[in-house]
């Protein structure tokens, strides 16, 4: 079942599938797309449902995978995705899927971003935000070493977190890094292994399009940016 939301000529539906196997408890929820007015879309979106799809049955492959070892009297493992629509216009998606597994108090999770372009048929990469004499790598590093400042000077024991062990210098961004963006903020996702062994969860940098303004590319500015708060 799905229940469709959408805005213009693509439609985001939602699919759920929940089952069990073996120890292994499963709640998959992940987008499907539609559209019913345009060949070009319509190819577009099978491909993109194609590629959603697949992502799905690696991770329940994972899953199976890594738990097949484990006694069916060892504590009940839940695996799940879900997914949130970041933007969505006329000919622009970005989408967010959330991929996790639960064990105990152990948490696995990390994210996908699909982002495309129906007009020009293609899917967005980090580097078509920015133009391109712009070294965006060092540019995105820098906002997220500030965050990372920020978040350690708010919590009164951050090696409690293992905080203190993010290194800035080893997490690496290039054109082919995972994000997704809304109409106000780039969103950068970092799994547990990226950062430090002691973080478990999932982190998201959010850097406010209004702080990277003089660095976006006019296909950004004219396509992604509803409004700039300054």
Do not use: H, W
Request: negative net charge.
């Amino acid at each position: 079942m799905y229940k469709k939301r959408g805005v213009g000529m693509i439609v985001i539906g939602r699919e759920f599938l929940s089952y069990d196997k073996d120890n292994i408890k499963y709640y998959i929820n992940f987008p499907k797309l539609y559209n019913d007015n345009d060949f070009i879309k319509d190819e577009m979106t099978e491909l993109i449902n194609e590629i959603i799809f697949e992502d799905i049955v690696i991770f329940l492959e994972i899953v199976e995978d890594s738990n097949s070892n484990i006694d069916e009297n060892n504590i009940m493992i839940n695996s799940l995705t879900e997914f949130e629509v970041g933007f969505q216009s006329e000919d622009i998606v970005s989408i967010a899927i959330e991929y996790t597994q639960l064990s105990g108090f152990l948490d696995i999770s990390y994210l996908k971003g699909y982002n495309y372009d129906f007009s020009l048929k293609k899917e967005i990469k980090l580097k078509d935000l920015f133009k391109k004499e712009v070294e965006f790598e060092e540019i995105l590093k820098n906002y997220i070493s500030e965050q990372i400042v920020k978040i350690i000077r708010e919590i009164t024991n951050p090696k409690e977190y293992g905080l203190d062990e993010i290194i800035v210098d080893n997490i690496y961004i290039d054109e082919n890094s995972i994000f997704y963006f809304d109409s106000k903020y780039l969103i950068l996702p970092f799994s547990s292994c990226e950062l430090s062994q002691n973080i478990m969860n999932l982190v998201e940098f959010k850097i406010p399009f209004n702080r990277i303004y003089s660095y976006l590319s006019e296909y950004a500015m004219k396509n992604l940016i509803k409004s700039i708060i300054f």
